[in-house]
């Protein structure tokens, strides 16, 4: 019997996600930055200088970028990190990480990349100060074995940064629900020419698990003192936990 799995609101057999989620990516990765300041004017680039923040890098440290995508947090983990640090630009789709390594190279920035599956991290067992993956947990079929991953390959005393879309605050629900199925693919349509991959977007939000189911994934995962901060009403949420 095939297993099946959501992609937006269709259920589509697990190995058939994998290859609709690589389409999305596929299509939207030369117009992706432009994008997200579109869709959330510009609120995105304060959620990320937030996990930045909190990730409290330091010389030296080992991080690992996860979905890395256009490389915006290991551009700025790299600087803090230094020469003597070593920080992982990692992303499944081709494309993306193609677009993040040219940005870092653009940068004068030179990181090692690969391309990889977060459930299937090629990297060992207590390896990484610091593991982080920004919106991309949501279009991971199987969280919880990529929530498994990212434990087993911080060290000690380590700590994992999950920024993601999550479950907004109830009385802006509405508002949000209009913006999300009528302006955002019409914004895909007008700036990336893809209506479709942003109406999965807004489809993919809602099929997230919401701040305290994923702070008890991140538990069950094996982290603890796991905690959240809701961004912007809860449009966006940051959750943390340690490896101890």
């Not at 297993?3 to 259920?11: D, K, L, P, V």
């Not at 959330?40 to 200088?49: F, M, Q, T």
């Not at 803090?80 to 990692?90: F, N």
């Not at 004068?108 to 690969?114: E, F, K, L, N, Y």
């Amino acid at each position: 019997m095939t297993n099946t799995t959501h992609f937006g609101y269709e259920t589509v057999a697990e190995e058939d996600k994998v290859h609709k989620v690589a389409e999305v990516f596929h299509s939207v990765a030369a117009k992706y930055d432009v994008m997200n300041d579109f869709m959330s004017a510009g609120l995105h680039r304060v959620w990320k200088a937030f996990t930045i923040a909190q990730a409290g890098i330091r010389p030296g440290f080992k991080v690992l970028d996860i979905a890395g995508g256009t490389g915006d947090l290991s551009k700025a983990f790299a600087k803090q990190a230094g020469p003597t640090g070593e920080v992982w630009l990692t992303d499944i789709n081709e494309s993306m990480l193609g677009v993040g390594r040219d940005r870092l190279l653009n940068k004068g920035i030179v990181t090692p990349t690969a391309l990889c599956d977060a459930e299937k991290l090629p990297f060992p067992d207590n390896y990484f100060d610091r593991v982080s993956v920004a919106f991309g947990l949501r279009n991971m079929t199987h969280k919880d074995v990529a929530l498994g991953e990212m434990r087993r390959v911080l060290k000690p005393g380590g700590k994992l940064l999950v920024l993601e879309f999550s479950k907004v605050w109830e009385p802006l629900k509405k508002p949000y629900d209009v913006y999300s199925f009528s302006v955002l693919p019409w914004l895909g349509k007008k700036v990336a020419n893809d209506a479709d991959s942003y109406r999965y977007l807004a489809e993919s939000i809602r099929m997230h698990p919401d701040q305290e189911t994923l702070k008890q994934m991140m538990e069950q995962a094996g982290l603890e003192r796991v905690q959240y901060f809701n961004l912007t009403a809860g449009v966006a949420a940051l959750h943390t936990g340690i490896k101890m």
